[in-house]
């Protein structure tokens, strides 16, 4: 394979290259020794990354798959030319824990107990909260940790099975609106408004810490949140500029924000 020029990849982490230079090994060894590969789960800014790489090399014979078609966590496969992708070749599995619908467990109740078994992140793919039932998707390899270890989580008894069936757990993302007005759609302006923080404040975190406008790390209070991005910062969660709703009699413009659970 050529030499790659990443020159296009804006604001590539150390393990943002890492994976990049993955990938490019698993092209070549799809290519020349018909072998396919897989990621540990990503995130979405991964994925993307992840897509964009794929799709400059003009190599077209992978997939996207988090255990299920809505997943937002995704594993990266990636399959020798020509060769039929089948989703049953992806090492994840999903597995539910069941409990008295009186009961009740949050995402980071079921994360929680799964990292102090010394679980890495990227094992761990989608968590979906039900009423008396929660679906996790991970890697296969660590299927019989969990169902040997996993017997409450918290003060809440569980079973564990292998399996899962979402026809009755609701899999729409829960928010809650933030109404107000701003000077602009600059980011230390939506953001300041999504984190009740001042202006001031919130550009310090900005060019201090750094936030994740469309999956981008952005460092900048200046960039503008375009009508439909969503952005996520450190310790407050993520956000989607929901609308742009009009303007003021001041002139500013007021906005919908989404806050999600």
Aim: charged share 25%; with cysteine; glycine share 6%.
């Amino acid at each position: 394979m050529k030499e790659f020029n990443s020159s296009f990849l804006r604001n590539l982490s150390k393990s943002d290259h890492l994976l990049v230079d993955k990938i490019l090994d698993w092209v070549s060894i799809a290519n020349e020794k018909y072998t396919e590969k897989f990621s540990f789960f990503l995130d979405c800014r991964q994925s993307k990354i992840a897509k964009q790489v794929l799709d400059s090399l003009k190599f077209d014979n992978y997939k996207l798959f988090g255990g299920y078609d809505e997943a937002h966590r995704l594993m990266l496969g990636v399959f020798p030319p020509y060769s039929e992708i089948d989703n049953n070749d992806f090492p994840v599995k999903g597995l539910t824990f069941t409990y008295r619908k009186c009961d009740v467990l949050t995402h980071r109740d079921v994360l929680g107990s799964l990292m102090s078994l010394n679980i890495s992140r990227d094992c761990i793919g989608d968590i979906i909260i039900g009423e008396g039932k929660s679906i996790v998707f991970s890697v296969d390899k660590i299927l019989p940790l969990i169902l040997e270890n996993v017997h409450k989580i918290g003060r809440i008894g569980v079973k564990t099975e292998i399996g899962f069936d979402l026809s009755d757990v609701a899999l729409e993302q829960k928010f809650s609106d933030i109404c107000g007005t701003v000077q602009s759609l600059r980011a230390d302006s939506v953001i300041a408004l999504a984190i009740n923080k001042s202006r001031e404040k919130t550009s310090a975190l900005i060019k201090t810490n750094g936030v994740f406008i469309d999956y981008e790390e952005v460092f900048s209070p200046s960039f503008e949140i375009c009508e439909g991005v969503g952005f996520s910062i450190r310790g407050y969660g993520k956000f989607l500029l929901s609308s742009v709703d009009g303007v003021s009699r001041k002139n500013r413009l007021h906005i919908t924000i989404k806050k999600y659970d």
